[in-house]
């Protein structure tokens, strides 16, 4: 069920009420009589409910104990049924200061707001065992610091169902339904047996939301400073600069065919001229310092008490039976055909899950490559990675991993290599990997980037210097998310259509591009500017952007990210690089081109 704005829907609450019905059973109903009743009453004109996305013939299905695995193809890999699933993102990326039953989020007092230690989740018609395919639901119930219920939804959550008694298993959620009253339901395919467990996270209450959208908007990026060094033979200065424009007399350092303003104070010595731009670096303790001080009372205890918590339930595990057998041995000659590059899928929902340490797809096969397949399908390769460092790591894994093969080239005088750009050739296989920065804005690195290797992405895709045999990795969101929405979409615009254009004139040429992954928080204003929250909508938004670009593959990381063994970090486990390396070497080789 998503709340969505009027349109003609006549869909009635008696209708909804059955539905729940034949899904969950009667006491479900009841349960939830009470909380329907208080959502009816605190629904504006503006909005009304729609019944959950699931037809006639998915509903008995659903309201099934057992279900049935399903036979695919001719080898009858066996496979659980797909079930719908909805944008979970969309109720927390929209939205303003109140609520729907006209709370105002920011005038609230702390002990008003979602607490971690209070606010519980439950098994619906929990029972002994399950089976595999089967469906579990899990019900939240939010309540303040006074124990109190809530009676409006928002929070954000992450959850996950996971085993670890053998090795690693996981999965995200099929489905989360915030009913806006402080109940939620989440469903789950159970796909593997054992004893599996359940993690209910908060993430963030909904009452930070409007200092998250501060972040989103741009209006907290805007206090992003950064810093030019002007040099002139044994001259040199340092003067504040920004993507935003500044106070005059300045220097307009911008880029205009890829959208990459950036503006530095003029220097105030006669002898620089705004030719003499040399260097950049992050002026981390003006910019981040400033975020910390602006924060509202209410927001910095908020996100200091109540950020990235479990939640407790009231039966934390489950067994599934193993009278089948795991599902995934039972497919292990895969009828799905491999991933090929299809467009970036709509939406932020459950892509995959693990099954005993390994990714796997709901949509399509993954292959999973040794260093000597791995060569294999390198050959004749020019992969060119450009983006940040989560997609350097890309570079770093080759160079690892594959440093049997693969040969390290000098890096260029006054390159940094956080910054590239770094290279990687075997010239046997006629193999090249090369990896570049993504241009202004960098905000991660206390240490130098020399003016003239900063590249745009959309410049580079244009220039034509890499050929029609090529292959683009691109990954483009860390450094985004404090300069807000719009500059965003605006950068992500241009790189589409450099994209576009190279995919015009070189039908032969690929473009993959690698989506963001979870953070970790080591301090509060990494918390302001790259909030899961704030993640999860960039993410949305660069997705929705190239909906109707069908001639690139998409990499999942947050998927596999949120649902990890491994702790949070921008930076994630090599293992986890690793799986992104499996789908982007099965794009090259085994997947379909278009």
Not at 161 to 168: N, R, V
Not at 284 to 289: I, K, M
């Amino acid at each position: 069920m998503v709340l969505t704005k009027a349109s003609g829907c006549n869909c009635t609450m008696k209708t909804f009420y059955a539905m729940l019905l034949i899904m969950f059973g009667t006491s479900l109903v009841i349960v939830f009589n009470s909380k329907f009743n208080d959502l009816t009453k605190n629904q504006t004109p503006d909005f009304q409910i729609q019944p959950m996305r699931y037809d006639r013939r998915t509903i008995p299905q659903m309201a099934t104990k057992h279900l049935s695995y399903r036979r695919n193809g001719d080898q009858h890999a066996r496979t659980c049924p797909k079930r719908p699933t909805t944008n979970i993102y969309k109720t927390y990326v929209t939205g303003g200061d109140k609520t729907m039953n006209n709370t105002i989020l920011s005038e609230l007092d702390f002990v008003e707001t979602t607490s971690p230690n209070f606010t519980t989740f439950s098994i619906i018609d929990e029972k002994k065992s399950y089976k595999l395919c089967e469906l579990l639901v899990v019900k939240i119930e939010s309540r303040d610091w006074k124990n109190n219920s809530k009676t409006y939804g928002g929070d954000f959550f992450r959850l996950k169902i996971f085993s670890e008694d053998k090795a690693y298993s996981a999965a995200g959620e099929d489905e989360l339904i915030d009913f806006q009253n402080g109940t939620y339901l989440a469903f789950f395919t159970l796909r593997w047996s054992g004893k599996v467990k359940v993690q209910v996270k908060l993430i963030h209450p909904v009452e930070v939301l409007p200092q998250m959208r501060l972040t989103l908007t741009g209006r907290t990026g805007m206090n992003s400073t950064f810093v030019g060094i002007f040099v002139n033979k044994n001259i040199s200065e340092e003067v504040f600069c920004r993507y935003v424009v500044l106070e005059p007399p300045f220097c307009n350092l911008s880029d205009p065919l890829t959208h990459g303003p950036w503006f530095c104070k003029k220097p105030t010595d006669s002898r620089l001229t705004c030719d003499d731009w040399k260097w950049h670096k992050k002026n981390r303790n003006g910019t981040f310092l400033k975020l910390e001080e602006n924060l509202t009372p209410l927001s910095k205890e908020l996100l200091t008490k109540s950020h990235m918590v479990n939640i407790p339930g009231n039966r934390h595990s489950i067994i599934v039976e193993e009278k089948y057998g795991d599902l995934l041995e039972q497919e292990a000659a895969m009828t799905l055909p491999y991933c090929s590059m299809k467009g970036v899928p709509n939406g932020i929902h459950n892509t995959g899950h693990f099954f005993k340490d390994v990714w796997y797809p709901h949509e399509c096969t993954v292959k999973h490559f040794t260093v000597e397949t791995g060569m294999k399908c390198l050959a004749n390769q020019n992969l060119v990675l450009l983006g940040d460092s989560t997609i350097r790591q890309v570079f770093e894994y080759f160079r690892d991993v594959y440093k049997k093969y693969l040969k390290e080239l000098p890096l260029p005088e006054g390159a940094y290599s956080g910054y590239g750009p770094l290279r990687l050739q075997n010239e046997k296989s006629n193999t090249f990997i090369e990896f570049h920065f993504h241009g202004l804005p960098s905000s991660g690195s206390k240490l130098l980037l020399r003016t003239d290797y900063i590249e745009f992405i959309a410049n580079r895709l244009n220039s034509g210097r890499d050929g029609c045999e090529v292959v683009y990795v691109l990954s483009v969101w860390a450094h985004f998310i404090a300069a807000g929405k719009e500059f965003y979409l605006q950068r992500l615009l241009a790189i589409k259509e450099a994209v576009k254009a190279l995919l015009d004139r070189c039908p032969t040429a690929k473009v993959i591009i690698k989506g963001a992954n979870t953070k970790d928080h080591p301090a509060l204003w990494i918390a302001i500017i790259s909030s899961e929250w704030n993640i999860a909508a960039h993410e949305a938004d660069l997705r929705e952007l190239f909906q109707d670009e069908k001639r690139v593959g998409f990499i999942d990381a947050l998927e596999i990210t949120k649902v990890q063994k491994y702790k949070d970090f921008v930076h994630p486990n090599r293992k986890i690089v690793g799986e992104l390396v499996n789908r982007l070497l099965t794009y090259l080789c085994y997947g379909n081109s278009y």
